[in-house]
């Protein structure tokens, strides 16, 4: 019996070390040897492997440097990483992934689900779809703009916080949720980059894990009105030479399963912020002669807008929920992509604007 006393010992320190949550295997968290990673940024090489980018260090008062690794694996350039610095990389505090339009043409699902099961990688990590090169924006940038890293994710913080309608943002989380839907598509904000700017330009849709097209300016606007935020702070029609502000979209969408037909009603609360046409906007009939215009013109750019995703196969919207009930079985997204193709669409908007008034400043 006395010999058996060393290994009960030992068996009850492990089983307390298990039920602590203590892991066996230390890491190195002390803080001079280590340098937590910011953002990736992944492009895809002729030869086929990746090329990963990261700033180091970040956020301490050293020389900032890039640092860029051809790889075939993502795990590989984590581990290279550590092989070219004094501290150890760490992609616990990974808060921005980069990805090229040209990796995003041919999938990146692989790319996607290897960061989603990563245990140190964040789930509100923000992907983000970049045209041009970023690592010349990057270089140039690099001790012009201190803390580059760190000013461009307060950025994208903050519009994922205040939800204006100026830009699409999207996290990890989201887009796999995106992804794994059967009756959804994923999407990303896209950003034009070059050795002097880095501006956002649109919002990318995607059929399946592949890029199928990019939506900017008129379009964009009108995506995050009907689907997104539903809300856009600043609303500019150069069109009809005016702005609204401070816009509200109550959209909905009703699918005709007899007649085939799709139909939007989407009503538009907002403020006249500017106005630069001829019309006199104190003569009621003038005013409602402009609104008009302008629910014509959001309706045409609507009805073009989801045209061209019956175009591409693309469904953002989840309009394919709307063929679900509580007593059939659900589309398949197969079966879906057939059918969205073969949809007509009837658009209304009821535009409700507050018009310019200068009676509360006088």
């Not at 703009?145 to 994922?160: A, G, I, T, V, W």
């Not at 019309?279 to 045409?300: C, F, G, I």
């Not at 057939?338 to 509360?360: A, H, M, S, Y």
């Amino acid at each position: 019996m006395k010999g058996n006393k060393p290994t009960s010992l030992l068996v009850v320190f492990c089983f307390l070390i298990m039920m602590s949550g203590c892991n066996p295997f230390t890491e190195n968290n002390i803080v001079e040897e280590i340098a937590p990673v910011i953002f990736w940024s992944i492009n895809n090489n002729p030869d086929g492997q990746l090329s990963i980018t990261t700033l180091v260090p970040p956020l301490i008062k050293e020389t900032k440097q890039t640092f860029t690794l051809n790889v075939d694996l993502i795990k590989q350039g984590g581990k290279e990483f550590n092989l070219k610095y004094y501290r150890e990389l760490k992609t616990g505090q990974l808060r921005m992934l980069f990805i090229n339009k040209e990796l995003a043409d041919k999938g990146i699902r692989t790319l996607i689900n290897t960061l989603f099961t990563d245990p140190d990688v964040s789930p509100r990590l923000y992907i983000v779809l970049v045209d041009g090169s970023f690592e010349d924006y990057l270089n140039n940038q690099l001790n012009k703009q201190e803390n580059l890293d760190y000013f461009l994710y307060r950025m994208l913080k903050h519009y994922e916080k205040y939800e204006q309608g100026d830009m699409s943002i999207v996290n990890l989380h989201e887009f796999m949720k995106q992804l794994y839907s059967p009756l959804q598509d994923p999407i990303l904000p896209v950003f034009k980059a070059d050795k002097d700017s880095f501006i956002y330009e649109g919002t990318a849709l995607f059929h399946d894990d592949k890029l199928k097209t990019t939506i900017n300016k008129m379009d964009d606007q009108i995506f995050q009105l009907l689907g997104n935020d539903q809300y856009v702070k600043l609303l500019v029609l150069p069109e009809h030479k005016l702005a609204l502000g401070r816009v509200r979209s109550n959209v909905e969408f009703h699918l005709d399963q007899n007649t085939n037909v799709l139909h939007v009603t989407d009503t538009i609360n907002g403020r006249l912020e500017e106005y630069q046409g001829e019309k006199d906007l104190l003569n009621q009939s003038e005013l409602s002669s402009l609104n008009k215009e302008v629910e014509e013109y959001l309706e045409h750019q609507t009805t073009e807008l989801l045209k061209n995703m019956q175009k591409e196969k693309v469904d953002p919207l989840q309009i394919g929920l709307l063929t679900t009930s509580p007593f059939s079985a659900s589309m398949t997204k197969k079966e879906w992509e057939g059918r969205w193709e073969d949809i007509k669409l009837d658009v209304q908007f009821i535009l409700k604007v507050q018009p310019i008034t200068t009676g509360n400043r006088m």
